[in-house]
């Protein structure tokens, strides 16, 4: 799982939808691979306005990474190509292949497996199965 990907998910769970506590989920027992991959600096630029900073800061803390800017880099600051190198490094190559995500509402957590999260809730946690009799 890219690191990226975990700016993009929340918790599944019906009861968190309506918590800001559920963003970010938080990685634990997270073990890391670095797989570099061609850097793309031009997507880099165009995925920077849809990242929520502050869930980055948190997740790259937790992750060990050194700590990014306090303020999300815009303008010229997106011209620097080691801040893009960076960001490229954390966001795209570095991948989580074991451990799992916890949500802080609820504290589910969804296992990280292979490189694979499992996003599918217990029963007991998520909505109704459809039913052909309804």
């Known amino acids: 799982m890219k690191v990226i990907t975990a700016n993009f998910v929340t918790c599944a769970v019906k009861e968190c939808k309506t918590s800001p506590a559920s963003f970010p989920l938080h990685f634990h027992d997270a073990e890391l691979e ?16 849809r990242i929520d900073w502050e869930a980055l800061r948190a997740t790259a803390t937790e992750l060990g990474f050194p700590s990014l800017p306090d303020i999300k880099p815009e303008g ?5 190509e080691q801040t893009l190198k960076d960001l490229h490094r954390l966001l795209l190559e570095t991948h989580v292949s074991e451990g799992k995500l916890v949500c802080g509402n609820c504290s589910h957590a969804y296992m990280i497996k292979e490189g694979i999260a499992n996003f599918l809730l217990p029963s007991h946690l998520g909505e109704a199965p459809y039913s052909m009799l309804d």
């Open 34 to 49: 670095q797989q570099e991959l061609e850097f793309q600096p031009e997507f880099i630029r165009n995925i920077i306005p």
């Open 76 to 80: 010229e600051a997106l011209d620097n």
